[in-house]
């Protein structure tokens, strides 16, 4: 019977053990009126149809919200037919009653709560993934957004030095977050869509107000860890970041979904690799834009992250509408000279010292990928390091002996690195900010100075390099040793 809507066993498979849900798969497909027949007869010329399993039945409609967590899967219909290009078949999920915002409310809400920073009480969520309506009622502390970090907050690691130690999720690197049919329009760079979307319902509230705390009730908006105008600067879109714009989505907008990792459009355009200073110079030249705008928790700046890029002319360029003192300091204390010397990834630290592994818990990176051990995520120049620092002694007034709330110099970062900067940790100890003296003199809060965790690292890389070479060489005996018993056995 299937046949005479053109549609395949394949086609009809619920998707067990892993694989897509048939609404999921039909919604890329190229001929709407598949689509429009699995939205239609689907389940019922299904081989596991039963009127009473309403689970299975969700995998054949048009708000077939994929949410399996541990697999880092985030998708339905309408997610799956923007990415695609597929725009019949947009239209056919609307008609068939696919909520505009293409995204389960609990399953972001789920999703955010770990990087939320938020006590919920008497959370109450309906969601009922056969009707577009979603409601959630909360009753919270606002308060938990905006006041210090706890002492737990400032320890822990390893963690970016922009965000918690929870965010990004482990998984990141091989998931997609559950984002709205908005972002992933956006993401796409499909204007026209973006339209459809918009006309059809789709919630963008916070994006256009962006409260300093989210909203009492919850709305997708509210609970994303992104937005439109973040994924259209991250995608390089110039169009659609003005035509997002131009809607009044507020250049200033922090995704609270993700209060312990959230960064401005500013922040975002400057984080991009390569910064994209397009997005930029449009977002500076908007009268309502807030350029010393901070980040709720971690109160990073804009210059924070220009710092990161370790790029003198990216803070060259951004020094000409922001001058470098305005950045001050971030709740864990980190000033620009910090942030210039902390190191890049994990891979970068000398782990064979646990002096080191004990101080050093922040790292430079803008990614969001995981924080990574291999020598493959990326290394510091070592040169573009040393002018970056340089520029900021010669502009701010950054010194040398400022300790951050772990108790850590700009030094005591130098000092842990695997391959050391020896010219820069030389500059700094001879610079005029007292670095000389901080070296041997100013201690960390577990009692070490930058000099001690100095010595320490070499000394322990030395041992740990004596050891797998006396490794290397008892191995190397061992398969000469086999090979020549080998061929003794042979010419017996």
């Known amino acids: 019977m299937a046949d005479q809507y053109g549609l395949t066993e394949a086609d009809l498979e619920p998707g067990l053990d892993g694989h897509d849900f048939p609404a999921v798969r ?14 239609s007869h689907g389940w019922q010329l299904s081989p596991f149809y039963r009127p009473d399993n309403l689970g299975l039945a969700m995998r054949y409609g048009p708000n077939a919200y994929m949410k399996g967590t541990s697999d880092g899967i985030y998708d339905s219909p309408l997610l799956r037919a923007i990415e695609s290009g597929q725009s019949a078949n947009i239209s056919v999920l609307l008609r068939a009653g696919a909520d505009p915002n293409g995204q389960s409310l609990r399953l972001m809400y789920d999703y955010s709560k770990p990087f939320a920073r938020s006590s919920y009480q008497n959370v109450r ?3 009922r993934e056969f009707n577009v309506q979603t409601n959630v009622q909360l ?3 606002a308060a938990v957004y905006t006041e210090n970090m706890t002492r737990a907050e400032i320890e822990e690691g390893p963690a970016r030095f922009w965000a918690g130690k929870a965010f990004p999720p482990p ?21 026209e869509v973006l339209r459809t979307i918009l006309t059809a319902g789709a919630d963008c509230s916070f994006w256009l107000s962006s409260p300093p705390s989210p909203p009492l009730t919850l709305s997708h908006s509210a609970l994303s860890v992104s937005s439109p105008l973040h994924a259209a600067i991250e995608e390089r879109n110039t169009e659609m970041l003005k035509e997002l714009l131009s809607y009044g989505f507020n250049p200033n907008l922090l995704p609270l979904g993700a209060t312990i990792g959230c960064l ?16 930029c110079e449009i977002l500076s030249s908007l009268g309502d834009i807030n350029m010393d705008l901070r980040s709720p928790i971690y109160r990073i700046h804009a210059l924070h992250i220009a710092t990161a890029q370790l790029s003198v002319s990216l803070l060259r360029y951004l020094s000409e509408k922001l001058p470098l003192g305005r950045a001050g300091k971030t709740a864990l204390g980190h000033t620009l000279l910090h942030i210039a010397c902390l190191p890049l990834e994990l891979s970068e630290i000398n782990l064979s010292s646990s002096l080191i592994t004990t101080s050093i818990t922040r790292v430079r990176t803008l990614s969001r990928r995981p924080i990574s051990r291999s020598p493959d995520s990326g290394r510091t120049s070592l040169s573009s390091q040393i002018d970056t620092v340089n520029y900021i ?9 400022e300790q951050d709330e772990l108790g850590n110099t700009a030094l005591h970062y130098l000092a842990s690195y695997a391959d050391l900067n020896e010219p820069l940790i030389t500059l700094l100890r001879s610079s005029e900010n007292d670095g000389s003296n901080s070296w041997n003199t100013s201690r960390n809060q577990w009692g070490q100075t930058a000099e001690e965790i ?17 490794e290397s060489e ?3 005996r061992n398969r000469r040793g086999g090979l020549w018993r080998g061929r003794g056995r042979g010419r017996a």
């Open 171 to 191: 998984l990141f690197g091989a998931m997609n977050e559950p984002m709205t049919a908005m972002e992933m329009a956006a993401r796409k760079g499909s204007i």
């Open 264 to 279: 401005s459009p500013l922040m975002t355009a400057l984080a991009c690799e390569p910064p994209n200073i397009e997005a």
């Open 393 to 401: 002694l010669s502009n701010s007034h950054c010194s040398v002996s």
């Open 454 to 470: 100095y010595f320490d690292g070499k000394n322990n890389a030395n041992v740990e390099m004596d050891r797998r070479f006396t």
């Open 26 to 39: 039909m919604a890329g497909n190229a001929n709407p009126r598949l689509l429009e027949a699995l939205l």
């Open 125 to 127: 969520i309906q969601d």
């Open 139 to 141: 009753d919270r502390n």
């Open 474 to 476: 008892r191995r190397s």
